[in-house]
């Protein structure tokens, strides 16, 4: 059996392209954009000169028409920079864009996925609201159709990329009534901010680039054409959505594993302490040991999960399917090691790592999230033990 973990020349030229661009164009700006939880609105822009926005969207929509290994690819070393813009990136294409484009249908597909494709338009994906976290089912946001348009009221926060956004894929109850079998997905248009909508800026102590809302709307009326799927069948494309959510995303928590072994490698070697290069002392060897084998195992568990997700015809995940237990261990693994290859990064810097100068704190309190975003830790690890004891096939 041959077994090959390098990338295609295409897939190593994107990984080249997106980090070369990251490294000149934004890492000059991360301290201070930083600092004041600014967002760079030029972002998606240069990005859609590079051709690097839309990368699972069709050819027909201005997308790449690649895969989730490549977006994969992408997160990673956009990640290596800045976890946050990362986040901001593959929420805007794999929450936002790739549903709609796996979803909605054709005239649907014809208005939206150009813009977020060609990065002229912002897309985010509204499921958490303030009462329902984990419990993603007990939203209480509704839709009621009325004539030829639906009525939403409710509210959605830690919405990533609200603020900035222009297009807003959401899930609302359409009959609360039947639970979880009631809820359906719909996009509205946020910019300009329509009648009944409004969008509050959440402050946090991590991805601080990366501009993250708290919705509210109260009567917002949108088209009826604008439901995407089947009536109250908006569970399946959640569940499904959230598999490939995991997976891609997993590649922000690599890229600041990477990032904390690059960044402790090169201090341990210049700071001189007792006479020597503080790389000498075996504690500090193996923090840097332990960050390696972690980002190895991790990004071999989110390429496997792309490259599966990539071979399938129904890319469909949710309960009882292969897809759900490898996106879960994907982001579980990534996220907690992300955290502990930060912390020692941060340990290997001494005082100087707790200054804000010195990126390897913001890789820490960015990575942070990935313990908690797209699902819990506890949650996945909920995700992988229901999937085997179901007996669900996991090799």
Known sequence: MAISFTFSDEQQMVADTIYRWASTWLEPQMEELDEKDE???DFF???GELGMVGITIPEQYEGAGLGYTEACICTENLARISNALSMTWGAHLILCADNIKRNANDALRAKYLPGLANGTQIGCLGI?????????MSMRTTAKLDGDHWI???SKTFITNAPPGQTLLFYAKTAPELGPKGISAFIMEIDPSPPGYDCQKIRKFGMRTSPTGLLSFDDVRIPKENLVGEL???????????TT????????????IRAALELSLKYAQERVQFGKPIAAQQMIQEKLANMYVGYETARLLMYSAASYVDSLTDKRGGKGTTLDIKAAASLLYAGETSVKATLDGIQIHGGYGYCLEYPIQRHFRDTKLWDIGAGTSEVRRIIISRELLAGTKWV
Do not use: M, Y
Not at 128 to 136: F, R, Y
């Open 39 to 41: 967002f760079p609105p």
């Open 45 to 47: 822009k240069q990005l």
């Open 128 to 136: 958490t609201e303030p009462g329902a976290g984990s419990d993603a």
């Open 152 to 154: 939403i009221n409710g």
């Open 232 to 242: 109250n069948k908006g569970v399946a494309i959640l569940t499904g959505g959230l």
């Open 245 to 256: 959510e995991r997976i891609t995303l997993s590649g922000c928590a690599i890229g600041s």
